[in-house]
């Protein structure tokens, strides 16, 4: 096993969205680096002191768990004697500092937050394997070990081609779930079950068209309510790849061939793009449809922008992300259900969005050795169970122990402490090897992606047809993957 593999080349780094403006900042940052000492280390004792007076520096999206960490970071640095300073950014302008900081030669950032497809995929050659800290017998062991962690999720953000390596923790787990007006649902009921002939209660066993339905009901139904039946996150953004995807897959479509193996382990070279299927263009004849139907604001939305109409009662339903559980009782307490997404002719996919926090391999001996222990208590049984009660935001737990805590059980059930395990029985559902929907995790995922949600936004907004814009993307995104990623 390769202890210290090397560090990514200029080249890895310039490609892909470094490739336009970020090379003077490069040239910059390489010329400042000088040498630099590693962190203090007191041999013997206690394993988790041995790093007393070391600073580390953890670099993230401003995500809930983050947040959580860094709201009650007291206690790890009682534990250890070790200092962390935490900077949050936008995930595209993590990812940009993240890349300069591993073409470098030196880790400004010790510990990193590894979007697996802007992080992890193209720069996984920057990233230690993990497995050399889990087997050091000088550095504390994972609680519980790898296998704790929920299977799909350790591949799926931890993993990257090789099945055995491991690059990164589990550290979050968003993942997109049907959540919808319980108290509407409950007063109309009756009256949709008679009008639609089926029961509307949303859940894994409804469909898609069922889902169209139900929207068009309320669209027609219930105005002194609510103003429309559905939402979604269909801006030209990143959410429209994702709100998109549900369908696709879920229609028999996918991004490439072997697409759950492209999606849980990655590939270098993922092979031709298959949205010219037949299957794909049906689903993407669904989504315009649906879209059709759904509130007009849908198209100017993001995750952030359909959670918040929700939430101001302007959608009976929307698909979004789990972990806008905890506002939406903040703002609405038991008002809202959640469930697995429908399913269509394929079966049920639910995107997942989580990614895990990994050691840059440009740290020192000891600077890695400080590292590990802030990653093995940050991903905590302990650590994790206190991120889920924080005030400061808290994400959902990426251990199966935590979830079998009675504590954890008894707040799936209102009152609840913990507000964002009232999705916790849907999200298990969706964590399933057979329902969990992973987008590609290849190096020129952000190039590809770009091309998908601009053709689709085109087909939203009448400028191509499903076909048409499934043939666009899938000619964009053979010639982005004909150029390949160069390493």
Not at 63 to 78: E, G, H, V, Y
Not at 396 to 415: C, D, G, I, N, Q
Request: net charge positive; charged share 20%.
């Amino acid at each position: 096993m390769d202890r210290y593999p090397p560090p990514p080349s200029r080249r890895d780094v310039l490609r892909g969205s470094l490739a336009a403006g970020t090379s003077m900042a490069l040239a910059g940052l390489l010329s400042s680096c000088g040498s630099r000492g590693d962190a203090p280390r007191t041999a013997g004792g206690d394993q988790w002191r041995q790093f007393k007076g070391a600073t580390l520096n953890f670099i993230s999206e401003n995500t809930a768990p983050t947040a959580a960490i860094a709201a009650n970071i007291r206690p790890f640095t009682d534990l250890t004697g070790i200092n962390v300073k935490i900077v949050t950014l936008e995930l595209s302008a993590m990812t940009q500092r993240v890349a300069l900081d591993l073409a470098s030669g030196r880790a400004q950032y010790q510990v990193v937050y590894a979007d697996p497809y802007q992080v992890l995929a193209p720069y996984q050659r920057g990233l230690v394997d993990l497995r050399s800290l889990q087997a050091d017998p000088n550095l504390p062991d994972l609680p519980g070990g790898v296998g704790d962690f929920i299977p799909t999720q350790l591949d799926a953000a931890g993993r990257f081609v090789d099945p055995q390596a491991i690059y990164t923790l589990p550290y979050d787990a968003p993942t997109m779930i049907w959540q919808y007006r319980r108290d509407l649902f409950d007063k109309y009921r009756g009256r949709m079950a008679n009008d639609l002939g089926f029961d509307p209660t949303p859940g894994g066993d409804r469909t898609w068209e069922q889902y169209f339905k139900i929207a068009q009901w309320f669209n027609r139904n219930a105005q002194s309510d609510v103003k429309y039946g559905t939402g979604h996150q269909a801006r030209q953004h990143d959410s429209l790849m994702n709100d998109f995807s549900n369908v696709l897959w879920s229609y028999g479509g996918d991004y490439f061939d072997n697409g759950k193996q492209v999606g849980r382990l990655g590939a270098r070279d993922p092979g031709p793009c298959r949205l010219n299927s037949a299957a794909a263009i049906a689903g993407a004849e669904f989504y315009n449809r649906l879209l059709g139907i759904a509130d007009p604001a849908s198209k100017t939305w993001d995750w952030d922008g359909v959670g918040a109409a929700f939430r101001a009662g302007r959608l009976a339903m929307c698909p979004n992300w789990h972990e806008y559980a905890a506002s939406n009782e903040q703002v609405m307490p038991g008002k809202a259900g959640y469930a697995p997404l429908p399913k269509g002719p394929a079966g049920t996919a639910n995107m997942y969005g989580g990614t895990g926090v990994a050691i840059s391999a440009n740290t020192l001996p000891h600077e890695r050795g400080a590292a590990w222990l802030f990653l093995v208590w940050a991903t905590s049984p302990e650590t994790q169970l206190a991120d889920l009660k924080s005030k400061a935001g808290g994400g959902t737990p990426t251990r199966t122990s935590v979830y079998e805590l009675p504590e954890v059980r008894a707040a799936e059930k209102r009152p609840s402490p913990m507000p964002n395990m009232l999705s916790a029985a849907a999200v298990r559902q969706a964590w399933q090897a057979d329902r969990i929907g992973l987008r590609p995790k290849i190096p020129m995922w952000n190039e590809c992606n770009t091309a998908i949600f601009t053709q689709l936004s085109r087909m939203l907004t009448g400028g191509a047809s499903p076909e048409e814009a499934m043939r666009s993307i899938k000619s964009r995104v053979d010639r982005i993957v004909a150029r390949g990623w160069v390493t």
